[in-house]
Structure formats: structure tokens, C-alpha cells
């Protein structure tokens, strides 16, 4: 299937932007059904003011206080726990990749 750039416009600004045939072979690829109504301009807008993150951006990170599966000491954590994973402390942690690539 051959795609070309073709003019769409903005449903928020009215502006007039390009829908380049990159992008739509991209949404043919992830079979969704609709065009792009906003530019780029009021998409990033919108994901500001809606608080998301737009694609490729990192979200604040998330601190979890939790207990180290190996010393038992408190510890925080850059991410939530799953149940029934262990969770290490940095310094267990290290100690534990120190000794996997030994």
C-alpha cells in the first residue's frame, strides 16, 4: 500500500497541518482507524494539560518503601513491588550483580 502526505486540519487551532505518508503507513502498521485531528502544537498542548506523559518522556518516578528480601533492612525502591518477586536493597543488590558477572 502507497501512502502520500496529504493536509489535515487542526479541530482546536484551525490550522492546517501535513499527515506525512510515514505517519499513516506508522497508524496502518498499528491498525488504528483514525486520522490525527490536532497538530503537533495543540496534541502537546492537550497531553500537558491533561497531565500524560506524551511517547518517549519519562514520568515522575515513583519511590516505594519496602524491606529487602535478603538483609531485611528498610529500604526505598524505584519501583512497585510485585508480590512474590524479591526486592533488594542497593547494597544487596549490588553485591548480587558483583557476584552474577563473576
Do not use: W
Not at 496502518?28 to 502537546?44: G, I, L, M, S, V
Amino acid at each position: 500500500m502507497e501512502f502520500q502526505d496529504k493536509m489535515l486540519k487542526c479541530i482546536d487551532c484551525g490550522a492546517d497541518f501535513v499527515f506525512t505518508a510515514g505517519e499513516q503507513l506508522f497508524f496502518y502498521d498499528k491498525q488504528f482507524k483514525n486520522e490525527p485531528k490536532r497538530c503537533k502544537t495543540c496534541k502537546a498542548k492537550r497531553v500537558s494539560v491533561l497531565g500524560a506523559a506524551p511517547a518517549g518522556a519519562t514520568v515522575g518516578r515513583v519511590e516505594t518503601r519496602t524491606t529487602c528480601s535478603h538483609c531485611g533492612k528498610e529500604t526505598t525502591v524505584p519501583f512497585r513491588p510485585t508480590q512474590g518477586r524479591p526486592v533488594f536493597c542497593r547494597e544487596c543488590f549490588s553485591q548480587r550483580r558483583t557476584a552474577a558477572t563473576a
